[in-house]
């Protein structure tokens, strides 16, 4: 039985108990205690928890070679970004659908993937500035640090970075896009937010004038402060006003 369940999987990665025990023909106990038998062998593993689907440890070290040649390539290519989005890691590599999430964290498992909410990276992948980029990261930080309610504009970093140290700084949290062409620092959002919730439970509703005002801030930035909160489903609009969902 385990070798039959062995032969299987190997020709149908990324299957489920109840499948091996109908492309066996045997039991489904007989299945599954053959099945515990080869991956105390380390011939089998299994993806997933409860309802796991398994692959041989072949096939497993041969997908974990065809991700690493990606996602090296890839880091290669853009070494200032976190990782690949997950729909295009998704893409390239045409894995079993079914079996996705389970391969990811079975690579974050064994510390050979990073997984975030939108991309995959080696573990190993850092991302990291050299001198002269660093300094010009500092310089730009400063500014919004100097005007941290009418900080410089999208067009104006990227002028000062490029797009993808731009894309570097959000990606690791130390700027938030707000808007198309907004950022703000993370906590310049925790602060505006923490002030339009108050306001919003002894008053009702707010204006983008009134956040403009308090924050001397202009009316771009303001509107766009509003539609971000509006999104984040925290406010909704009222004609020109803004409730609390």
Do not use: C
């Not at 937010?193 to 009316?219: G, P």
Request: glycine content about 4%; cysteine-free.
């Amino acid at each position: 039985p385990a070798e039959l369940v062995q032969q299987f999987v190997q020709a149908h990665p990324a299957v489920a108990a109840p499948e091996i025990a109908q492309g066996v023909a045997l039991e489904q106990g007989e299945t599954d205690a053959a099945i515990q038998e080869q991956i105390a062998r380390g011939a089998l593993i299994a993806l997933g928890g409860e309802h796991a689907l398994y692959v041989t440890d072949a096939t497993w070290t041969r997908w974990r070679e065809k991700i690493s040649a990606h996602l090296s390539a890839y880091h290669k290519q853009f070494p200032l970004r976190a990782g690949m989005p997950r729909e295009e890691f998704k893409s390239r590599l045409n894995f079993p659908a079914r079996a996705f999430d389970a391969l990811v964290a079975r690579g974050v498992q064994e510390n050979f993937l990073r997984a975030g909410e939108k991309y995959i990276a080696l573990a190993a992948h850092t991302v990291a500035f050299d001198a002269a980029t660093a300094q010009k990261v500092d310089a730009l930080l400063k500014q919004f640090d100097a005007a941290p309610f009418n900080p410089p504009s999208v067009s104006d970093a990227e002028n000062a970075l490029g797009a993808e140290t731009l894309n570097a700084l959000i990606e690791q949290g130390k700027l938030e896009r707000v808007a198309p062409n907004v950022l703000f620092t993370p906590r310049v959002v925790e602060t505006m937010q923490a002030w339009v919730v108050e306001t919003l439970r002894a008053q009702n509703e707010i204006t983008a004038a009134q956040l403009r005002d308090r924050f001397d801030t202009s009316r771009k930035y303001a509107i766009a402060f509003l539609e971000y909160l509006d999104a984040k489903r925290i406010t909704r609009r009222v004609g020109d006003a803004r409730v609390l969902r």
